[in-house]
Nanobody
Framework: QVQLVESGGGLVQAGGSLRLSCAAS????????MGWFRQAPGKEREFVAV????????YYAPSMKDRFTISRDNAKNTVYLQMNGLKPEDTAVYYC????????????????WGQGTQVTVSS
């Protein structure tokens, strides 16, 4: 089992920045690729970014590639999502997830999920 706890969400004005954190406990953190997803009201959960086990490889949803940065610190068992240039359409609950198979952009590919953290961007 891997337990994931997100933090860092909140209310921010358009153009602002937030840094989300996801702290992991349980199994060895460095054995899992880590992803960030988000879900807006009335919409399906969508992929944001994924990072490899070592952190050497990352992949982003095209619409977020230039504004968001995923990173991880395996010594701290934590994955981060730096979000810059936030827009009202970025408003959603943001989730981190762990994948023992190497990571992907598919919701169904992940084994463990956090409870989510709310990000609200005002115009």
């Amino acid at each position: 089992q891997v337990q994931l706890v997100e933090s860092g969400g909140g209310l921010v004005q358009a153009g602002g920045s937030l840094r989300l954190s996801c702290a992991a406990s349980g199994r060895t953190f460095s054995n899992y690729a880590m992803g960030w997803f988000r879900q807006a009201p009335g919409k399906e959960r969508e992929f944001v970014a994924v990072i490899s086990l070592s952190g050497s490889s990352t992949y982003y949803a095209p619409s977020m590639k230039d504004r968001f940065t995923i990173s991880r610190d395996n010594a701290k068992n934590t994955v981060y999502l730096q979000m810059n240039g936030l827009k009202p359409e970025d408003t959603a609950v943001y989730y981190c997830a762990a994948d023992r198979e190497g990571g992907s952009s598919y919701v169904d590919g992940y084994d463990y999920w956090g409870q989510g953290t709310q990000v609200t961007v005002s115009s």
